[in-house]
C-alpha cells in the first residue's frame, strides 16, 4: 500500500513515531507535514530524539488564524495529494492538521483512516471537537482506542470500518519508557530531585483567556511544592500579552522532548495539565491527574477515579495543589496492551480496506475534473 500520513503537531509527530515503524514494515509511506508546528522543540526536535523518517514533504503553513490555517493547508494539500495518488490517507487526533487532511483526502476520492477516532469531549465551542467530530464522520476506517468509542461512534449512526485498535501513546510510552531517565540533563535531574509537581497548559479555552489562565496560575502560589512547567509557545506569548506574572513556585521551561517529558512526568506527585496526551500519560505511569479543563474527552481515566477535572476554577486547583487527590487501589488497563500500532496496520490490511482501495481507484479512474482542464 502506499500511504500518506499526515501531520501537523507535536501529538501528531509522537504518535507517528510509532506507527511509521510498523507500517514501513510492509508498506510504503510518505510523510506530509503541514508544518503547523515549526519551532524545533515543537517539531524537529522530536524527529531526531524518536527517530521518525523526515517529512517527504513540509507544506510549511505555520500559525495563522483557525479558518485560514485548515484553508491553507487545504489549499497546499490538495495538489500535493493529487500528485502522490495514494492508496490511503491516515490521519491523527483532532488538530487542524487532521481536519485539513481529511477533508482533503475526501475531496479527491481517496480513502481516509482516522487515529484515535470516537473521542468526544461534547464541548463544541473547541476547535478540537469540531474537528474530531467532523473527521470521524467523513473518515473510512475509524482506529478507536477502546469500546466506549464504538458506542460513542454507533450513538451517531457510525458504525462500520470501526476497530478496536488501543492507544499508540501507551506503545511508544512502553517501547521509551527505558530511555526515558537517562535523557534527563543534570540540570533536570537536580529539578527532579525534590518533590515536584508538572503542569503543562495550552489549550485555546484555557490560554486565550485571560481570566481563566490568571486563576490557574494564581492557584499554585504558596504551593508545597515546586511546579515544573514546560512553557508552549502559545501559552508564553498569552502569559506575555495579559502581564501574567508567575508565582515563585511555578518554575517555567522552554518545552521538553518527549524522553525528558516522560521521566518528570513519573517522577511527579501530581500532574496538572489540559493536554490530552499528558493526562494518558499521567494514567500510564499511574500519576495522580487535575484536569485543568470543563470537560474532557479522556472520561475513561476520570471514571477509573485517577483523574479529577478542575477546569479554571483556582479554589478547586488550590485544593489539589495542597493536598494531592487520593488515588484508587485499581489500574485497570484502558488503553490496550502496547500493541495498537499492529492492530491499527492490521485493519489498514483487511479485506474491507483492500476492497475500500480498490473500488476508490476504480471511481478516481473514470473522473476527470472540469478545473484541471481550465
Ligand atoms: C494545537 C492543536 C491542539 C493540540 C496542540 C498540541 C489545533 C486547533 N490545536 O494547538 O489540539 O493539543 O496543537 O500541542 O490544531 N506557536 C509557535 N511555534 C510553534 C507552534 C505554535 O510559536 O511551533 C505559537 C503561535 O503563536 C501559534 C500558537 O502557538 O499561533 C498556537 O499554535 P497552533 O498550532 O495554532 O495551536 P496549538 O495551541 O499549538
Ligand atoms: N510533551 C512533550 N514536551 C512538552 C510537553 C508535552 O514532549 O514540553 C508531549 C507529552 O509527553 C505528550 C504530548 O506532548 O506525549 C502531548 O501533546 P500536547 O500536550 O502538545 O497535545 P495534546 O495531547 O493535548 O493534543
Not at 174 to 191: G, K
Not at 310 to 335: D, K, S, Y
Request: net charge negative; proline share 6%.
Amino acid at each position: 500500500m502506499r500511504v500518506v500520513s499526515v501531520v501537523g503537531a507535536r501529538p501528531e509527530f509522537i504518535q507517528v513515531a510509532v506507527l511509521s515503524r510498523v507500517l514501513r514494515r510492509r508498506h510504503h509511506e510518505i510523510l506530509v507535514h503541514t508544518g503547523q508546528h515549526y519551532d524545533a522543540a515543537m517539531s524537529a526536535g522530536f524527529f531526531d530524539q524518536l527517530g521518525i523518517p523526515q517529512p517527504d514533504v513540509n507544506l510549511g503553513v505555520g500559525s495563522l488564524g483557525p479558518g485560514e490555517q485548515v484553508g491553507e493547508m487545504l489549499r497546499k494539500l490538495s495538489p500535493v495529494l493529487e500528485r502522490l495518488d495514494p492508496d490511503l490517507v491516515v490521519v491523527r487526533g483532532d488538530t487542524n492538521s487532521t481536519l485539513a487532511g481529511a477533508l482533503a483526502a475526501k475531496a479527491l476520492g481517496l480513502p481516509l483512516a482516522h487515529v484515535e477516532a470516537g473521542m468526544r469531549s461534547y464541548d463544541k465551542s473547541t476547535p478540537e471537537e469540531l474537528n474530531r467530530v467532523a473527521t470521524d464522520h467523513i473518515a473510512d476506517v475509524l482506529l478507536v482506542t477502546d469500546g466506549e468509542a464504538v458506542e460513542r461512534l454507533a450513538a451517531e449512526g457510525i458504525r462500520s470500518g470501526v476497530h478496536v485498535c488501543g492507544d499508540v501513546m501507551y506503545d511508544l510510552y512502553l517501547q521509551a519508557l527505558p530511555r526515558a531517565e537517562a535523557a534527563l540533563s543534570p540540570a533536570l535531574h537536580e529539578l527532579a530531585s525534590e518533590p515536584y509537581d508538572l503542569l503543562t497548559l495550552h489549550r485555546g479555552e484555557n490560554v486565550d483567556d485571560a481570566a481563566r489562565l490568571r486563576a490557574i496560575v494564581a492557584a499554585f502560589a504558596g504551593a508545597p511544592r515546586r511546579a515544573i512547567f514546560p512553557v508552549h509557545p502559545r501559552t508564553r506569548l498569552q502569559l506575555e500579552r495579559f502581564g501574567i506574572a508567575l508565582p515563585p513556585e511555578i518554575f517555567a521551561l522552554e518545552p521538553l522532548g518527549y524522553l525528558e517529558m516522560l521521566a518528570l512526568e513519573r517522577r511527579a506527585s501530581v500532574i496538572f495539565t489540559d493536554s490530552g496526551g499528558v493526562a494518558r500519560e499521567a494514567y500510564f505511569a499511574s500519576v495522580p491527574c487535575v484536569t485543568l479543563r470543563d470537560r474532557t474527552e479522556w472520561t475513561n481515566t476520570v471514571a477509573a477515579g485517577w483523574n479529577r477535572l478542575a477546569g479554571a476554577n483556582e479554589t478547586l486547583i488550590r485544593q489539589w495543589v495542597r493536598q494531592p487527590p487520593t488515588m484508587p487501589l485499581e489500574h485497570p488497563a484502558l488503553f490496550g496492551d502496547g500493541g495498537a500500532a499492529d492492530r491499527i496496520v492490521a485493519a489498514l490490511e483487511s479485506s474491507r480496506t483492500c476492497a475500500l482501495i480498490a473500488s476508490a481507484r476504480k471511481t478516481r479512474a473514470t473522473r476527470a475534473s472540469p478545473a484541471a482542464g481550465a
